[in-house]
């Protein structure tokens, strides 16, 4: 594809419920992150995965959050039983190979969270 | 733990005036450092430098690093309405994976 893409862009949920964002990489782009970015920040390293393996989820906040790349393309975080600071915008990154100097990671637009 | 300081937090111009945004990091095992320009949306790639001294540049936007001062300037001449942004500073760490540590990021705003 031209770029990342995810669904949905916007999201309402009511705290307690589960929910599934998606990613769809760059096609044949190796390497996929996610980061969560709160109002005011920079985007902080959720998760990564390189084709089916992930290899680092060190920055998933708590046990709720769950992410999978089943077949080393799409990728869907899921977050259980929604809070309040969960609450952000949640973006996808995708690069072309793993652990290259001067391999950029390109981004999607991301899926704003709103848990009310 | 590696950490990304970007200065100032935010700025307003007028158009024409030119800026210089502010990147300080600390890192284990520096591999790369990148700026991105993030407008309500995806964050999108400006530059990455790896060597200190070399100067990139497209258009009106040119950055540089320092690896022994630990800081990266990203410079905007001619500013423009259109260049109101976050600008956000990242650093890659050879022994942190292939994550991006950000900093908090430089709003910018060009006033006509």
């Known amino acids: 594809g031209a770029g990342v893409s995810q669904s949905p862009r916007y999201k309402v949920a009511k705290r307690g419920q589960d929910v599934a964002l998606r990613c769809d990489p760059i096609?044949?782009?190796?390497?996929l992150f996610w980061y969560q970015q709160a109002l005011g920040q920079g985007p902080e390293f959720l998760t990564y995965f390189q084709n089916e393996a992930q290899l680092d989820k060190s920055g998933l906040p708590s046990d709720r959050f769950f992410a999978e790349r089943p077949e080393g393309s799409v990728s869907t975080l899921k977050i259980q039983r929604t809070q309040q600071e969960d609450s952000a915008v949640y973006l996808c990154?995708?690069?072309?190979?793993?652990?290259?100097?001067?391999?950029?990671?390109?981004f999607g637009p991301g899926t704003r969270l709103l848990v009310l | 733990e590696d950490k990304v300081v970007q200065s100032p937090l935010s700025l307003v111009v007028h158009e024409g005036d030119t800026v210089t945004l502010n990147c300080s990091y600390e890192v284990t095992n520096f591999r790369s450092l990148l700026w991105y320009k993030q407008e309500k949306k995806a964050p999108t790639f400006l530059f990455m430098l790896?060597?200190?001294?070399i100067e990139k540049k497209s258009g009106r936007l040119s950055s540089i690093l320092d690896k022994k001062e630990l800081f990266s300037i990203l410079n905007i001449t001619a500013t423009q309405t259109g260049d109101s942004a976050v600008y956000l500073c990242a650093v890659e760490d050879n022994n942190a994976g292939n994550m991006l540590t950000f900093g908090g990021g430089t709003r910018l705003m060009v006033k006509p």
């Open positions: 990154a995708s690069s072309h190979l793993a652990g290259a100097t001067g391999e950029t990671q390109y």
């Open positions: 096609s044949g782009h190796v390497s």
């Open positions: 790896t060597s200190s001294g």
